[in-house]
């Protein structure tokens, strides 16, 4: 499915026609307001990136607090959902990847307050957040306008490094950087993004940096103008490509994202797929007003300016 399709069924079956319901189905997070207090819910379970149980379940938390970061919003607690066959793992190894996951939410000052797990043939761990959100600053996927300046908060090809780790083609060792960008967390680049009155803004997740960005234009009379040369690509990652450890997902994303992408002549299909890759706790895609970039200047955040939204009718043009 596309980035939106399960949100789209959703409303299919039921129409979020609460006035309760600020931000409903297709946005990075739900946010209801219960009382005068606006609630920003969230979920997300991922399989393993890395090795380590400690740094996964650390990984896999942060990925989950993204979406509330996306929104705007300061994550407060959070239920742990995890798969695993009882056959294949140690208790010891839940415990670890928990105590990752704690350690994360701990830096967000967020809590665990429960959880539920299942057996599964494949390991998998994610959580189910809950945070709060101020009403009137509210960050949304949609809203970017002609004229703003697209910026990108952490560098890409998470997904093609994670699959050479598994393909024995690189070490934890080799990952060291792209660790440490999974391990960090969007709430300062959220912040910033409040600060600099973003337009819109989305997390870069699963569907790659050109899956996010379509779904940030999709529907409307603007399109992403995205300079490739700009974009901010980790370490190993182009040897990696030429080895072939592309994610079967970064396929997946480039042929659903095809007639809705127009690429330069000059544009490789190596990029193209690195533009696809799916990201693990990637980082921030916003938009803003140029005047308004001297809040990432001033601050001491990692960012890149990768583009510009133009007048158009929905779609990412890539130069």
């Not at 998470?158 to 969007?186: P, V």
């Not at 480039?254 to 000059?266: D, M, N, Q």
């Not at 299909?269 to 895609?285: I, K, V, Y």
Request: glycine share 10%; hydrophobic share 40%; net charge negative.
């Amino acid at each position: 499915m596309g980035p939106s399709d399960l949100e789209e069924i959703i409303s299919d079956i039921q129409p979020c026609e609460s006035a309760s319901v600020l931000v409903g189905p297709g946005d990075d997070a739900g946010i209801y307001l219960l009382n005068d207090t606006a609630i920003v819910e969230t979920v997300d379970v991922i399989t393993p990136v890395v090795n380590d149980p400690f740094t996964f379940g650390a990984i896999s938390a942060n990925n989950s607090l993204s979406d509330v970061y996306a929104m705007g919003g300061k994550p407060i607690s959070a239920l742990a959902i995890a798969g695993f066959s009882s056959c294949d793992y140690e208790s010891s190894v839940f415990k670890e990847i928990l105590r990752g996951a704690v350690h994360s939410l701990n830096r967000a000052g967020a809590i665990l307050i429960g959880g539920h797990s299942f057996e599964d043939a494949e390991l998998k761990f994610g959580l189910s957040v809950t945070g709060v959100v101020n009403r009137e600053k509210i960050l949304r996927v949609s809203g970017a306008e002609e004229g703003d300046i697209i910026v990108i908060t952490k560098p890409i090809g998470i997904g093609i490094l994670t699959t050479s780790l598994k393909g024995e083609k690189l070490t934890d060792a080799d990952l060291k950087t792209a660790i440490g960008w999974m391990l960090t967390l969007n709430d300062k680049a959220s912040k910033l993004a409040l600060k600099a009155d973003a337009t819109a803004c989305t997390d870069i997740t699963g569907f790659g940096l050109l899956g996010h960005a379509y779904n940030m234009v999709k529907d409307s009379d603007i399109d992403f103008e995205i300079t490739m040369a700009n974009v901010p690509v980790l370490e190993h990652v182009h040897e990696m490509i030429d080895s072939g450890m592309i994610a079967e997902g970064a396929y997946n994303n480039l042929k659903f994202f095809a007639e809705k992408v127009e690429f330069s002549s000059y544009i490789t299909e190596e990029d193209r797929l690195l533009l696809s890759d799916p990201q693990t706790s990637g980082g921030l895609l916003i938009t803003l007003k140029e005047e308004n970039l001297k809040v990432f200047e001033e601050s001491d955040i990692f960012f890149s300016v990768i583009g510009r939204v133009i007048k158009g009718s929905g779609r990412i043009v890539v130069k």
